[in-house]
Each structure stands twice: as C-alpha cells, then as structure tokens.
C-alpha cells in the first residue's frame, strides 16, 4: 500500500484490499513525459494523484456508496526507463490491454497526453464501435507537433487516423492548422468552452455508440480550480460543470476505458493534486453506479 511515503494503491490505507484478479477498475500510472512543450513535470502526476488519494474519504454522499469496495486495482507504476517515446507509448497500450484481458475497465493516471493514443487503440482493439470523448483545452488535432506525430498536441488526430468518431468538449484553444483540418469535415465534433459558459452548447450525444472512452486533460478545468497544468488556459470548465458531463455520459453509454492526464504537480499547489484524484474517484464512482 505503502513504499518509502509513496502509495501504491489509490485510496490507500483505507481503501479494502482488492484482487488484481477480481478487480473491476484497473488504475494503471503512467508517469510518461517526452513531448511537453511548455511546463514539465506531468512524469510526476500519477504518484501525486495515489498519494493524494491517501486522504480522501471513501463515501461517496452522491451515489450513498464507497465506490472503491467494488474493486479498485492500482497496477505498478510503469517504469519507462531507457525507452524511446515510441516504445513508452507501446509499452503503456500493452498495460492497458492486460487489463483488458482481465476484464476490467482501465483508468490510465498520466504523464502527458500522448498516452492516450495507444491506450485508445487498445481499447478499440476490443469494441471496435467506439466512441472517444475528449475533455480539454486545446484540440490536440494537429498532424504533428515539434517535428513528431507522437505529440500530446497530436493525441486526437491519431484517433481520427484510427477512424474513430470523436467528440471534444471545452476547447478554447486551435491552431490555424486544426481550423483548416475541420474545413475537410472529419468526423469530429467540437463543443467550444465559450459557447458553454454563455449557455450556448448543444452537445450532440446523439454521436456516442455503445461503447465509449473518455479521456480529460486537466487543463480543461478553469485554472482558478486546477493551476497545475503545463499549458493552462484561462475560460474553463468548472468541477460540477465535469462532473455533470462525465455522469451523464455514463448515462447514455457504457465507458470501456478513461483517463486523466496532463496534472503538472507543482510546489505550494498540493490542491491541485487532490482534485485529480477526487475526479478520479468520482469518475470510477459514476462509472459503476449510475442508472
């Protein structure tokens, strides 16, 4: 639970012992950093989260419930020591895919964004109909960024390669590339964070299938609530705001694979730190028990 004053399981030590076997939600860490462009540090993000999880009260007041009695695994932090980008990002699709194999739904803690490309495809690997929603700040749709496809900034153009239908909520930063790209109509739909905050959004749900990823970077959310991110944004989601989204997806479809990426813990901002892993916690709690 416990090694050298960092936790090891999320929810530690209250939270029950769970069966790797058994476990329903696999929380994978994957403190994966190689194309930051502006703030580093998101390498420290999945150890801030499980340790910030050591504090949290484990009942839910919402759901009347502890989520984690269903059964919450954390797997070893991956270790990416000596690995090429490339052969992190493959390394982190083939975690997820054990997890897969064992029939749980995997949660991946990241480390940048770029994570979430193979771990997307992983997961479409098993349900094929997938659906992928992207919470963020910026449209991560350019073709490459700083002379590499692998890019966090290139994350959801990869699904598009993928030909998976993709919806963004809460983008309020695009770059002349990404305007272009939409020109061409790929099968991608954006909820801008203006129309959001003036009342103007009509998310089209109608875009999910049966099967769906969810994957938020936490620059999404304003930086008055979550300063530490690498690339903030001003013109936010706010929490409920998130968390209204987030249940009412696991309303309308069955979420197969999640993750949370992209927190830059940083000195004095420890809050940060524990609303990364309060959302976690609400996203593994919404996921099992909503009707």
Request: some cysteine; charged content about 20%; overall charge negative.
């Amino acid at each position: 639970m416990e090694h050298d004053g960092l936790i090891s399981q999320f929810g530690a030590p209250d939270a029950p012992h769970c069966n790797p076997e058994t476990a329903r939600i696999a929380i994978i860490p994957a403190p994966l950093e190689y194309s930051v462009c502006y703030m580093e540090g998101t390498r420290m993000g999945p150890q801030a989260i499980l340790n910030a999880s050591s504090q949290m009260e484990l009942y839910d007041e919402e759901l009347d419930c502890c989520p984690i009695e269903a059964g919450v695994y954390t797997y070893p932090v991956l270790d990416y020591t000596g690995m090429s980008h490339e052969q992190a990002l493959r390394t982190t699709g083939d975690a997820v895919r054990q997890a897969l194999a064992q029939g749980q739904i995997p949660l991946t803690l990241g480390g940048e964004h770029s994570l979430s490309a193979p771990v997307i495809a992983a997961v479409h690997e098993r349900y094929p109909d997938l659906t992928v929603v992207h919470i963020d700040a910026h449209g991560d749709l350019r073709d490459e960024y700083e002379g590499t496809p692998l890019s966090h900034a290139s994350i959801e153009r990869r699904v598009v390669d993928m030909g998976i239908p993709l919806l963004e909520i809460g983008i309020r930063s695009f770059s002349p590339e990404e305007a272009d790209f939409m020109k061409a109509k790929p099968d991608v739909a954006v909820v801008w964070a203006y129309q959001m905050a003036r009342g103007l959004a009509r998310i089209p749900w109608e875009r999910l299938g049966k099967h769906t990823y969810v994957t938020i970077d936490l620059d999404a959310i304003d930086p008055s609530e979550m300063p530490a991110v690498g690339t903030p944004e001003p013109g936010g989601l706010n929490w409920y705001q998130v968390l209204d989204l987030f249940q009412e997806i696991c309303r309308r479809t069955t979420i197969v694979g999640m993750d949370v990426v992209e927190l830059c813990p940083m000195e004095g901002q420890t809050r940060a730190d524990f609303l990364a892993a309060k959302l976690v916690y609400k996203m593994i709690g919404y996921r099992l028990f909503t009707k």
